[in-house]
């Protein structure tokens, strides 16, 4: 054990949990330093954060140039940066989305969503599906499925939510048309025998589950959400604090869909790394919102603002690059899954992209991802799971990724596939 990893251990609160404890003391495009001098190559890039890679200059810039004037306001008076990054962000979001309200995390906007979404609807039921994660504060937790450990001793939950199935046709066992209809099928039941419509003020979704393993909800899907969700007056609201910002190869999921959210939730890579996230609305739902009905302080920070303002102007460059790097991902993926047994799917969207792993009966393996995942340590790569068992590879290397660390990153983890294949 290292110097810092005993501090860490005698001073550092357990409940938060390091997928590794390797020292890293700089970062730079898809590679970080160890306090050894050793690079890694970082597919995990923050959880989805760091989609411009470490250290995009232009973002650097913005925030220190922001550093040298004002880095707090706490709502007490205006500032240029807080209106800049959010008329940035308007002009990148679905149609429909006209006004932006900051916060500091995925959570808390996931939480300030949902009040929006009860206040101006004046109905309190919330579906959510399951599988879906949507952050772990107590209001949050409650709409968190994708692990029960996220719930474990923390009932009572908030009242009035309701979850139904997300369509996961591997895990199943089913197509993908079928999935939708069994996960459709059971919304209906929902209404029929637990709430009526009209007692619901939103549904809650992800339009690619993330934690819960990186299942893409699909065009028939998320359309017969918002055909429902228009016939009964719900509001949509599309959780792609994950998902946005490019990763699945347009600014957000719901544009890959063409379908259209009532509210938009935003965040991670919305500052490429600092602290901000944002819910996203229509003038007509904010505007009935009534003023002071939410608050928050460090909320649209000035630095975050101007590193977010900067971050979606190099984005501009790269998000249309995605779907290209995206299908040669794909297709190095798909080659390996018919030469490694332990690959059961290959799914996803962009360069958000789960491999599921499984045993040679088609069972999620559990093991597998521990063995290979500290097989890519020990060749220089951080890379990170997902899904209720474990067992899903997130391949998400930032979004300007070179081809070379691309090609890099597959070989490690194919060889990390083999030597667990034996």
């Known amino acids: 054990m290292t110097d810092l990893q005993k501090r860490f251990h005698d001073i550092i609160a357990p409940v938060i949990e390091f997928d590794y404890e390797t020292e890293i003391i700089d970062g730079k495009g898809s590679w970080v330093t160890a306090a050894d001098g050793r690079q890694y190559l970082d597919f995990a890039c923050g959880i989805a954060v760091t989609n411009m890679g470490h250290r995009p200059d232009a973002v650097v810039a913005a925030a220190q140039a922001q550093l040298n004037r004002l880095w707090h306001a706490g709502g007490a008076y205006l500032y240029e940066p807080i209106v800049e990054a959010a008329e940035k962000i308007v ?91 069994y996960a459709l099928r059971e919304l209906e039941f929902k209404f029929r025998y637990e709430v009526t419509p009209g007692e619901i003020a939103a549904f809650l979704v992800e339009p690619m589950q993330g934690e819960g393993g990186y299942y893409p909800a699909s065009h028939q899907f998320i359309h017969a959400l918002r055909a429902i969700a228009d016939e009964h007056g719900i509001l949509l609201i599309a959780d792609e604090v994950q998902t946005g910002f490019g990763r699945t190869g347009d600014w957000f999921t719901s544009q890959v869909y063409d379908v259209r959210p009532d509210i938009l939730v935003m965040g991670k890579a919305i500052a490429n790394g600092l602290p901000l996230s944002a819910v996203g609305a229509s003038a007509a739902v904010f505007d009935a919102w009534p003023s002071g009905s939410h608050g928050t302080t460090f909320g649209g920070n000035p630095v975050s603002c101007a590193a977010s303002a900067a971050n979606v102007d190099a984005l501009r460059d790269v998000v249309p690059t995605v779907d290209r790097v995206s299908e040669y991902a794909f297709s190095r993926w798909n080659e390996l899954k018919e030469r490694h047994r332990t690959i059961g799917d290959v799914r996803g969207l962009g360069l958000m992209i789960g491999i599921e792993l499984v045993t040679e009966g088609n069972e999620p393996d559990t093991e597998a991802f521990a063995s290979i995942g500290k097989h890519a340590h020990q060749a220089g790569m951080f890379i990170l799971n997902c899904g209720p068992a474990g067992n899903v590879i997130r391949f998400i290397p930032p979004l300007n990724v070179s081809r070379d660390d691309l090609d890099r990153g597959i070989d490690i983890l194919s060889d990390a596939i083999k030597a667990y294949e034996g």
């Open 91 to 181: 002009d990148i979001t679905p149609d429909g989305i006209d006004k932006i309200l900051f916060m500091n995390s995925g959570a808390e906007a996931v939480e300030a969503s949902v009040k929006l979404a009860r206040k101006v609807s004046g109905r309190q039921g919330i579906i959510t599906f399951r599988a879906g994660f949507h952050g772990r504060t107590m209001g949050s937790v409650t709409y968190t499925t994708s692990k029960a450990k996220y719930r474990q001793g923390y009932h009572p939950l908030l009242p009035s939510t309701f979850v139904t199935p997300f369509p996961h046709p591997f895990g199943w066992g089913m197509t993908q048309e079928d999935a939708n209809a």
